[in-house]
Every structure is written in structure tokens, then in C-alpha cells.
């Protein structure tokens, strides 16, 4: 099983990005997932997350309004629309998918997924 994430970059401040993470060798719609990001010398701190159906999602309040949480369960991907980008979002960002809430942190269990991220660079 793993997660890939792909669409990271280099951007300007205000601009937009839309990162990508495929789910293999596991049933990825049955499963939540979410966004985390973490900053050179800081932890791994929660982006945004979305229920197994796509019904339910969370923000940090950090990016309520400019970020977008999505996913295609008939292709397995999970996805992070970015916009208005600001220089303090520069970190690699990470999905994960597991059946805990990750709105209070990250999880790690045998039965949760780490993709191995995807950097994320903006500009001032």
C-alpha cells in the first residue's frame, strides 16, 4: 500500500497550486484522509481533511477560504486545491488516509498511510 503525492512547486506569493496523492494496494475509498504540512525545524501540523465520502471536511484555520480539499474515489486521489498562497505555506506537504479523525494531529499505526511528500516553495 502507499500514497504519492505529486504537484508541488515553486510559486509566487498570491499564486495557486493543486497537489495530487494516488492510493494503491488499499481499498482508498473506504478509507478518510487528509493534508498535513510541516515547515523546516517545526512539526508536522494538520492542512485540511475529508470523510471517506467526500461529505465532511475540516480546515486549519490558517487556510479556511483559500484551500480546497477534495477527492476522486472511482481514481483512488486525494487532492489540495492552494490558493492565494502566502510565504509561511512553504513546507513539504504530505497526505495521509487511515479510519481516525486527523484534524488533532497526525496518526501513525500500521493501519495508516504516509505519502512521502511533495514541497511546496512560496515567494514573497
Known amino acids: 500500500a502507499q500514497l504519492v503525492e505529486s504537484g508541488g512547486g515553486l510559486v509566487q506569493a498570491g499564486g495557486s497550486l493543486r497537489l495530487s496523492c494516488v492510493a494503491s494496494?488499499?481499498?482508498?475509498?473506504?478509507?478518510?484522509a487528509a493534508w498535513f504540512r510541516q515547515a523546516p525545524g517545526k512539526e508536522r501540523e494538520f492542512v485540511a481533511e475529508?470523510?471517506?465520502?467526500?461529505?465532511?471536511?475540516h480546515y486549519a484555520d490558517s487556510v479556511k477560504g483559500r484551500f480546497t480539499i477534495a477527492r476522486d474515489n472511482a481514481k483512488s486521489v486525494l487532492y489540495l486545491q492552494m490558493n492565494n498562497l502566502k510565504p509561511e505555506a512553504t513546507a513539504v506537504y504530505y497526505c495521509t488516509a487511515g479510519t481516525y479523525t486527523f484534524y488533532d494531529g497526525p496518526k501513525y499505526s500500521p493501519d495508516v498511510y504516509w505519502g512521502q511528500g511533495t514541497q511546496v516553495t512560496v515567494s514573497s
Open positions: 494496494g488499499f481499498t482508498f475509498s473506504g478509507y478518510g
Open positions: 475529508i470523510s471517506w465520502s467526500g461529505d465532511s471536511t
